[in-house]
């Protein structure tokens, strides 16, 4: 059966997009997954990442195929790599271009990264609209969670006052997920015992119960 892909998808830029896709890439690599990487932002942040697992890791990328792929190469580069791998995860750029609408079409859920404030979440509704006017899934993830306080819960509530999807799984705000991404690494393989550890690995079981993976 060809691999079924996720996108993480967040008009808003640094909402965590890119080191969520590399941390979850690392976790569902660790769990045996062959995992297929796609990067169709031209900043190109998360090559620089896999250069450098390429040579700390492991040559062959330590259980992760990574592409860049943008334009009318997209869909077609996507199709392919579905044949080798069991899982794909598409890194996208913040604004709503061609390639991300190709992305979000070809994908079985959307991950949407925001920070729980007011601001993250109107912000995150084109990105929903979009995933529902291309008939795919799409779960909200809080990320960079302060630990505790009424204004997360109150955005919680909102959420799913609108009946809007939101994942149980919440990152915190640490520094171990952005520290592990200079090694070429994802945290589960720096910090196997740290917070980010458990949190990364929650998600990556919560997905995978969404998707029956
Ligand atoms: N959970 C987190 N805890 C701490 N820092 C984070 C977390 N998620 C993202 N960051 C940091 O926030 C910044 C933006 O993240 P990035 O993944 O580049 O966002 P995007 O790809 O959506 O623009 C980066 O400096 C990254 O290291
Ligand atoms: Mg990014």
Request: glycine share 8%.
């Amino acid at each position: 059966m060809p691999a079924k892909a996720i996108t993480i998808a967040q008009q808003k830029g640094g909402a965590g997009k890119t080191t969520i896709a590399a941390q979850l890439a690392v976790t569902f690599a660790h769990q045996g997954r062959k995992v297929g990487l796609v990067d169709i932002d031209p900043q190109g942040s998360l090559a620089a990442w896999y250069d450098i697992r390429k040579m700390l890791v492991d040559e062959a990328g330590g259980g992760i195929t990574f592409i860049q792929a943008s334009g009318w190469r997209l869909a077609t580069e996507l199709d392919r790599l579905r044949r080798g791998v069991d899982l794909i995860l598409i890194d996208s750029p913040p604004h709503a271009e061609t390639d991300v609408r190709i992305a979000v079409r070809a994908a079985d859920l959307i991950l949407v990264p925001m920070q729980p404030t007011p601001l993250d979440l109107w912000a995150t509704q084109p990105t929903l609209d979009m995933a529902k006017k291309e008939k795919s899934a799409a779960v909200m993830v809080f990320n960079r969670t302060p630990p505790k306080g009424k204004l997360v819960d109150a955005v919680r509530r909102k959420i799913i006052e609108a009946e809007m999807p939101v994942a149980a799984t919440v990152l915190g705000n640490r520094v171990a997920f952005a520290a592990s991404l200079m090694e070429g690494k994802g945290v589960i393989e720096t910090n196997p015992r740290h917070t980010a550890t458990k949190e990364i690995k929650a998600l990556a079981d919560e997905i995978a119960g969404r998707m029956g993976l």
